[in-house]
T-cell receptor, first 114, second 115 residues
């Protein structure tokens, strides 16, 4: 399976600021996904990032709040903008497998907004 | 849009077989059933995937009845290290229509294995 790393692993940020989370994969992948997981809760898909096209956002998530970049086949960033305490969560990056039928997940970025 | 229902939690003892059932009454023709395992402070890990009948790999088995309205993940002879949350995900493969509202994780089943 692909090896996925995320930076930072955790951060504490002040209300009103923005944080960019990086996702790096050790091999080229077709699709990259960004999820949010609040403590003790399930995962919620934020958006799908394809190289060379705009990200596709799920209902309830907008580009102004969560801008995403996908400059190449191994890298993507998610920015959490104008943060509030409600944005405190774990943000996970995933990629599709070579077959396209399952996902591999990164370790997550734990964000706390004060 | 297939939604899933799983038990919130299950307890087991080391060496026992554990079966976790997931209900998905409105599964669509192009939906697959995928199970993920998640340990605290880690991202989910793929366990097994199936479309119908039975699938087995080195870690688990997945049983899917003919009507596909439910599925059962079977973990043979669990150990303490199998203590985790298990998610059942029903939908198209991620690359083939998996987004657009289709990649919906259920609430998961917290499995506790005791010595």
């Amino acid at each position: 399976s692909a090896v996925i790393s995320q930076k930072p692993s955790r951060d504490i940020c002040q209300r009103g600021t923005s944080l960019t989370i990086q996702c790096q994969v050790d091999s080229q992948v077709t699709m990259m996904f960004w999820y949010r997981q609040q403590p003790g809760q399930s995962l919620t898909l934020i958006a799908t990032a394809n190289q060379g096209s705009e990200a596709t956002y799920e209902s309830g998530f907008v580009i102004d709040k969560f801008p995403i970049s996908r400059p190449n086949l191994t890298f993507s960033t998610l920015t959490v903008s104008n943060m509030s305490p409600e944005d405190s969560s774990i943000y996970l990056c995933s990629v599709d497998s070579p077959s396209g039928y399952e996902q591999y997940f990164g370790p997550g970025t734990r964000l706390t907004v004060t | 849009l297939a939604k899933t229902t799983q038990p919130v939690s299950m307890d087991s003892y080391e060496g026992q077989e554990v079966n976790i059932t997931c209900s998905h009454n409105n599964i669509a023709t192009n939906d697959y059933i995928t199970w993920y395992q998640q340990f605290p402070s880690q991202g989910p890990r793929f366990i097994i995937q199936g479309y119908k009948t039975k699938v087995t790999n080195e870690v688990a088995s997945l049983f899917i009845p003919a009507d596909r309205k439910s599925s059962t993940l079977s973990l043979p002879r669990v150990s303490l290290s199998d203590t985790a949350v298990y998610y059942c995900l029903v939908g198209p493969p991620p690359r083939y229509g998996g987004s657009q509202g289709n990649l919906i994780f259920g609430k998961g089943t917290k499995l506790s294995v005791k010595p």
